[in-house]
């Protein structure tokens, strides 16, 4: 297979090998080779009660400092200021409610 440098538009009805460099207009359409799809993060969950029981997996299981947890009960993301289970939790939005397990 030839290799050819083209300056202008290209038009390939088969594809093509190899990096393709510069700026792309138009739609791209078919598989890009070698590009990973992002990875959707999604935070994990509880609610009020959970965040607020010692005892609860929110508290138990892999809390550290800054883990973030969707509370459901409010509606709002909850970041852990410690890693204990009676660590406390704080609001993001507001960053002044909080949940102190107990």
Do not use: H
Not at 18 to 36: I, K, L
Not at 71 to 90: E, L, M, R
């Amino acid at each position: 297979m030839a290799n050819t440098t083209f300056s202008g538009p290209v038009i390939s009805t088969n594809g093509f090998v190899g990096d393709v460099t510069g700026n792309v207009t138009g739609n791209v359409t078919g598989n890009v080779a070698g590009v990973v799809a992002p990875t959707v993060l999604q935070a994990p969950t509880a609610t009020s009660a959970n965040l607020g029981s010692a005892t609860n997996a929110a508290n138990t299981t892999g809390k550290v400092v800054g883990k973030t947890v969707y509370n459901t009960t409010t509606k709002t993301f909850y970041v852990a200021q410690g890693t204990t289970a009676t660590a406390t939790w704080i609001d993001s939005s507001d960053g002044t409610t909080t949940i102190t397990p107990s």
